[in-house]
């Protein structure tokens, strides 16, 4: 074949190649759809065969030396991985993580439900009376709280031990709870449950010692991030089961797979929340320099913020999406 013969017969599929890698270029590969990727994987795959040909029968003609730059730029968006870097990270936590709990909010709030559900049973059962509280605590610690002198007692508390204990126990928490979706979410609902129950009767005892003030004190502080971040990964863990009790159009596999990483991403991003209620935990909420009203402010600051992290880059990007749509409209007009 002579070479005006091969471009002749080539050239469009050489254009196309060379649109899709503009658009590549440009970073506009999250608006390539399907067939569109596809279609660049064989086309690239089509000019390595014409560059071989080229070289071949026409040696390093201008066609051969357009045909490598046309490849070689091809391949690196194929086989060059990118790397992840800080910049990367943060736009994950403060944007992408807020717009994944907002979209998974369905079962986060599940979660929270299962959890809160524990904690009134327990309270409840607990007020009415103490010796239920066994059915969910030590009678040792029931009894200890119960006789203990609030108004004298004092706590050895290392802040570094303990903030780190704390930070490895709730971790634990957040990961069985994620973990326990693999049961059918069965898992994940008793661990939720389970923690409510703690909860719910220690808040049970401290209110039959009058003590509500301080037993909210020492919980809430540190305890909306921490609960936030569990009643997260609780909804991870139900993602996880759901798939697998309904996998939809897809494969229980595939289902799993794809939820899975939705799931991975919702726990991975708890990971600072964690962090941070360790920190408060271990050397603010224990500390006796600050009343306890105080720390009860300082939580609706933390439940605030909290709040106002989630819901900024969901509103953001709801007006990006009205501000598209409008553009659109525009131009269909």
């Known amino acids: 074949m002579k070479e005006d013969s091969f471009i002749k017969e080539n050239y469009k599929t050489w254009n196309k190649l060379e649109s899709l890698l503009e658009k590549l270029q440009a970073g506009k590969i999250n608006k390539l759809n399907k067939n569109e990727l596809d279609g660049f994987l064989n086309m690239y795959n089509l000019a390595c065969g014409h560059l071989s040909y080229s070289r071949t029968y026409f040696g390093n003609t201008s066609t051969t030396e357009y045909l490598n730059r046309l490849v070689a730029s091809s391949h690196s968006y194929i086989y060059t991985t990118k790397k992840s870097n800080i910049k990367d990270l943060f736009k994950f936590l403060i944007v992408e993580f807020p717009l994944l709990i907002n979209s998974n909010i369905k079962p986060i709030m599940l979660s929270t439900f299962i959890f809160l559900l524990g904690t009134l049973i327990s309270f409840v059962l607990t007020v009415i009376s103490v010796d239920n509280a066994i059915a969910f605590f030590p009678a040792e610690m029931v009894e200890e709280i119960m006789n203990r002198d609030f108004d004298s007692h004092t706590v050895v508390w290392d802040a570094a031990i303990q903030s780190s204990f704390i930070l490895t126990n709730n971790i634990r928490v957040g990961i069985l709870v994620f973990i326990f979706g693999i049961t059918l979410g069965v898992g994940s609902a008793y661990v939720l449950l389970y923690n409510g129950y703690m909860l719910g009767t220690l808040a049970g005892l401290y209110f039959l010692n009058n003590e509500n003030l301080l037993f909210w004190s020492l919980i809430l502080p540190h305890g909306i991030i921490e609960l936030a971040a569990i009643f997260i990964c609780g909804g991870a863990g139900l993602i996880i089961g759901y798939a697998l009790i309904n996998p939809g159009k897809y494969s229980r596999k595939d289902a799993f797979i794809i939820k899975g990483k939705i799931a991975i991403k919702l726990l991975l991003g708890t990971i600072p929340l964690y962090?941070?209620?360790?920190?408060?935990?271990?050397?603010?909420?224990?500390?006796?320099?600050?009343?306890?009203?105080?720390?009860?402010?300082?939580?609706?600051?933390?439940?605030?913020?909290?709040?106002?992290?989630?819901?900024?880059?969901?509103?953001?990007?709801?007006?990006?999406?009205?501000?598209?749509?409008?553009?659109?409209?525009?131009?269909?007009?």
């Open 275 to 333: 962090i941070v209620a360790g920190f408060i935990e271990g050397y603010f909420t224990p500390t006796q320099r600050v009343s306890d009203v105080f720390k009860i402010f300082f939580s609706i600051i933390t439940l605030g913020l909290l709040v106002l992290y989630i819901l900024i880059p969901n509103i953001k990007n709801r007006r990006a999406d009205k501000n598209l749509e409008l553009k659109k409209d525009k131009s269909k007009g």
